[in-house]
């Protein structure tokens, strides 16, 4: 099944985006300098991670619970 069509694994996968988006850009700034295209959806995530970096690490904390007890 597709991440698309089960809600569970589509919050997974977003979460993983931001997360690994804000590293990437932690690590390398210049990867992700473009705000605009293709590469605008990735900046656009890094910089949700960035600013809502508690709620993020707390989303990651409850699915990471979630996916080991279901």
């Not at 919050?11 to 605008?40: A, S």
Request: net charge positive.
């Amino acid at each position: 099944m597709s991440a698309l069509f089960n809600f569970h694994s589509f919050l997974t996968v977003v979460l993983l985006v931001i997360c690994t988006c804000t590293y990437v850009k932690m690590q390398f700034p210049y990867v992700l300098d473009r705000k605009t295209g293709f590469r605008g959806f990735f900046w656009k995530a890094a910089r949700i991670g960035e600013r809502l970096s508690p709620w993020v690490a707390f989303g990651c904390f409850v699915m990471g619970i979630s996916i080991l007890i279901l």
